[in-house]
């Protein structure tokens, strides 16, 4: 076999210590006006469960949603999150996250920037989820040792 995949655990990939799709299932909170950050199917599936219970949700997508899924399907499901009250900032990506104000939840302010023009953009929210993507946990399962060479990426 040349090939092969090992399941491992996985961290989320964090760009800020701030909410996960993880912490969000164990808030102790009601997380308030959401801005979910990516457009991956975790980024869609939490978006759209916090606007069913009815709180604010805007999601941010930097280009398309669900990458590597076939687009009109995609693209659909975007507009029937949107018609359920789902709000969409396309093509931006979020480029400073300041504390406002503590608690739980807390206040924040987000700035993003256009990927398209030199736009930016500034709206408060309570709580910010990234979901942008996991890391894997291969380092210390002892690959190298039986010869596996692992892609970087």
Same mark, same amino acid.
């Given at each position: 076999?040349? +090939?092969?995949?090992?399941a ?10 701030l ?5 969000? #299932?164990?808030? $102790? +909170? ?10 991956? +199917? ?6 759209? #469960? ?7 949700? =805007?999601?941010?997508?930097?280009s !398309?949603?669900?990458r590597? #899924? ?18 969409? !900032?396309?093509? #931006?990506? $979020? =480029? ?8 739980? $939840?807390?206040?924040?302010?987000? =700035?993003? *920037? ?10 408060? +929210?309570?709580t910010?989820?990234?979901a942008?993507g ?5 380092? *210390? !399962?002892?690959?190298?040792?039986a010869?596996? *060479?692992?892609? $970087? *990426?």
């Open positions: 076999m040349r +090939y092969g995949c090992i491992s655990c996985s961290f989320v990939h964090q760009l800020l210590c909410s996960t799709s993880d912490d969000l #299932f164990s808030l $102790p +909170y009601c997380p308030g006006k959401t801005l979910v950050i990516g457009a991956s +199917y975790v980024a869609l599936e939490c978006g759209g #469960f916090l606007a069913g219970l009815g709180l604010d949700v =805007t999601i941010m997508v930097r !398309i949603l669900l590597g #899924f076939d687009q009109d399907m995609a693209n659909r499901a975007g507009e029937h999150m949107e018609t359920h009250g789902v709000k969409f !900032i396309r093509r #931006f990506v $979020p =480029t400073k996250i300041e504390e406002l104000e503590a608690g739980s $939840p807390g206040r924040l302010r987000v =700035t993003a *920037k256009s990927t398209e023009t030199d736009e930016i953009i500034e709206d408060e +929210y309570n910010v989820l990234i942008v996991r890391d894997a946990c291969t380092d *210390k !399962i002892g690959l190298d040792k010869g596996v *060479k692992v892609n $970087p *990426k």
